[in-house]
């Protein structure tokens, strides 16, 4: 079960640290992890396919349909975007207050384009060539789920993690149920 955390939990912002958790008013609950996992699903599916596009076979699914999985998640991007907008903005806060002030001042299609790239770039560095086959593996997996349900998965294995052992993602624990 540990292993599907960390997997699920690389999917989302490239394998987020897994550590005690730290005690503070500041956590991400299971509702904002789930909206910024959907909203982040595209991107990260992305910057993952281009990171192991080089270590992957033709005939891996990231390399046959990664593009198609990104587009179709893509399509649930925008309702979920007020909630994730909190939880990237709370996310940059525990890092930067003052970025996250400059942030929150910008119209939401700059924000966007800042938390897409912020993603992809995190995404495309933090990725291990020698998971690019689980991580595969799993999407394959998780494709024909709704991005909903996928990120639903994700948010659930990250809460189990949490439990376990206090998971976070960058600076901001995730809340424990």
Do not use: H
Request: proline share 7%; hydrophobic share 45%; glycine share 6%.
């Amino acid at each position: 079960m540990r292993t599907l955390a960390l997997l699920c939990s690389t999917l989302l912002l490239a394998a987020p640290q897994i550590a005690a958790a730290q005690t503070g008013p500041s956590c991400l609950t299971a509702r904002e992890f789930t909206a910024l996992s959907t909203y982040a699903l595209p991107s990260v599916i992305s910057g993952t396919s281009r990171a192991c596009a080089t270590v992957l076979p033709s005939t891996a699914f990231l390399r046959r349909s990664g593009g198609d999985l990104a587009q179709r998640y893509s399509a649930t991007r925008a309702p979920v975007w007020p909630e994730a907008k909190a939880a990237f903005l709370k996310m940059t806060a525990a890092r930067d207050p003052g970025a996250a002030q400059l942030f929150s001042s910008m119209p939401d299609d700059a924000l966007q384009q800042i938390a897409d790239a912020a993603v992809s770039g995190i995404v495309t560095g933090q990725i291990k060539p020698e998971t690019c086959g689980t991580i595969d593996r799993v999407l394959s997996l998780v494709s024909p789920l709704p991005a909903e349900s996928t990120a639903e998965l994700i948010a659930i294995a990250s809460g189990l993690a949490s439990r376990a052992g206090g998971a976070r993602l960058g600076n901001v624990p995730l809340c424990k149920a």
